[in-house]
């Protein structure tokens, strides 16, 4: 596992372009990289390695093509939070592994979930996790059909 430095790492232009391939391809070479970005392997390296430790590159991940997940169950959630307790129903959504995404937002919900489940008894534990959650005043999901 790679040690993330509490020692600030300013990101300019190129560490900017660096991430942008990497979300494009994770999986790009070195080679290809630097072929890209017009900089040495060695740069693109160095750079990598500094995004990682710093904590500004959390990860790496698959993205599969959506006839591989053709029996999973995608959804978004809308979730009102009572008072102040946004930070506490951040930390237990983290941990629901269902839960792809978690997004704070504006307007009449305070935060948005992206689920994934493999099926709708799943679908159904997940809400009944997530309603039962301390500090969720409401929540309201709708399941996505189809993605143009």
């Given at each position: 596992m790679t040690k993330v430095s509490t020692r600030p790492y300013l990101h300019d232009r190129l560490d900017q372009e660096l991430i942008a391939l990497l979300r494009a391809d994770a999986r790009a070479s070195i080679s290809t990289l630097s072929g890209q970005l017009n900089v040495s392997r060695g740069t693109v390296q160095n750079r990598l390695d500094r995004l990682i430790s710093s904590?500004?590159?959390l990860g790496?991940?698959?993205?599969?093509?959506s006839a591989i997940e053709t029996d999973a169950i995608k959804a978004i959630m809308?979730?009102?939070v009572v008072g102040r307790?946004?930070?506490a129903v951040i930390k237990t959504l983290k941990g629901l592994p269902q839960l792809t995404k978690l997004h704070t937002t504006n307007g009449a919900w305070d935060l948005v979930a992206e689920l994934?489940?493999?099926?709708?008894i799943e679908f159904d534990h997940v809400?009944?996790?997530?309603?039962m959650?301390?500090?969720v005043?409401?929540?309201e999901t709708s399941i996505l059909l189809t993605s143009a």
């Open positions: 904590g500004a590159i790496f991940t698959v993205r599969a093509h809308m979730i009102e307790s946004t930070s994934q489940v493999s099926s709708l809400l009944a996790q997530v309603r959650i301390s500090g005043l409401n929540s």
